[in-house]
């Protein structure tokens, strides 16, 4: 059974960083290309981030400039780097693949308030 298990959330200031990371099975990291979804309250979810195996990346325009996507196919491990956190970047991150098909995990909490 495929599991994706996200960490790294918590309550962050506005204008703070965090770093997501997520994992992944190997039999199932090194064939698909790899997203970070969210899901606000109220709001539809969307695909914040994407990245290919050989590490071509998309972001969202919501994103731009802020959020970094990487992976570690080693450790079969996908990462979110956000910067310049703000109130409506408030929601649950959760990773699967791109376009998604996996089973969804549980997801970790972002919170930006001060």
């Known amino acids: 059974q495929v599991q994706l298990v996200e960490s790294g959330g918590g309550l962050v200031q506005p204008g703070g960083s965090l770093r997501l990371s997520c994992a992944a099975p190997?039999?199932?990291?090194?064939?698909?290309?790899m997203g970070w979804y969210r899901q606000a309250p109220g709001k539809l979810g969307e695909l914040v981030a994407s990245?290919?195996?050989?590490?071509?990346?998309n972001n969202a325009d919501s994103v731009k400039g802020r959020f970094t996507i990487s992976r570690d196919n080693a450790k079969n491990t996908v990462y979110l780097l956000m910067d310049s956190l703000n109130p409506e970047d408030t929601a649950v991150y959760y990773c699967?693949?791109?376009?998604?098909?996996?089973?969804w995990g549980q997801g970790t909490q972002v919170t930006v308030s001060s």
């Open positions: 990245i290919t195996n050989d590490g071509s990346t």
């Open positions: 699967n693949g791109a376009p998604s098909g996996l089973p």
């Open positions: 190997r039999s199932i990291f090194s064939i698909v290309a």
